[in-house]
């Protein structure tokens, strides 16, 4: 049976735009969550090739640069070093923070001290359990 009545058609095509909308509606959002998806994989995979990096104690956002006797960081730190890599950073900076949180629930602070003689150093200290080290 055919439906002649102009409002019924009206309301079947209202009906029909409805449930159009809705499966666009639909498609938009499942497209969202695969860009999300997406996005926070290619965060992962960026963090697992950055992983070899450290990261700088004293401002904890940039990576330390490891080069020629140097080490530096955006933030302004630089300090002379003798012999340092990479790896033997990371290695200190993980060993002296393991250290101190196993006699202390607080974090330590870093910052790059320096005498009137002496060559800039990385300084360990924490407010709460007055440890201080030097990162030598």
Known sequence: QMLE?????AVLEEI???LIFQEQ??????ERSLQFDEECLNAMLDGLDASDKVICPVCR???LTVR????FCQCGLYIRTQGMTEEKLRSLLENTVTEHSQRC??????TV????EEEASLLMSCPV???VGFLE
């Open 5 to 9: 009545d102009p409002d019924e058609l």
């Open 16 to 18: 029909q735009q409805e």
């Open 25 to 30: 509606s639909v498609i938009e959002e499942y």
């Open 61 to 63: 956002r940039n990576n």
């Open 68 to 71: 020629n006797n140097l080490v």
């Open 105 to 110: 629930f607080h974090n330590p602070e870093f």
């Open 113 to 116: 001290t320096s005498g009137m």
């Open 129 to 131: 359990s007055l440890n």
